[in-house]
């Protein structure tokens, strides 16, 4: 099995690495192939599961509307 070596990592990155294999129950070699599969295959999209998800997304908003200045106000609320 063809095998990479990492040089170089943040050593923030690797904590967290390390903070994530533990906390999957995984080597950090698994866990970075782990995350090296799911950035590399991506995520196929179901547009059936993606418009449900929509539709229940309006309902729950439905009595909430915004508009442009809603929008407005919000956006600039969080910003100095």
């Given at each position: 099995?063809?095998?990479?070596t990492l040089?170089?990592?943040?050593p923030?990155?690797?904590e967290?690495?390390k ?7 995984r080597s ?17 999209l ?9 539709r ?19 956006k ?5």
């Amino acid at each position: 099995m063809p095998a990479i070596t990492l040089k170089n990592i943040p050593p923030d990155l690797y904590e967290r690495l390390k903070q994530c294999a533990a906390a999957n129950h995984r080597s950090i070699n698994s866990e970075i192939i782990t995350c090296i599969e799911r950035s590399v295959r991506g995520r196929k999209l179901d547009p059936d599961n993606l418009l449900s998800r929509a539709r229940e997304l309006r309902q729950k908003t439905k009595r909430h509307p915004l508009d442009d200045a809603d929008f407005r106000i919000a956006k600039l609320a969080g910003r100095p």
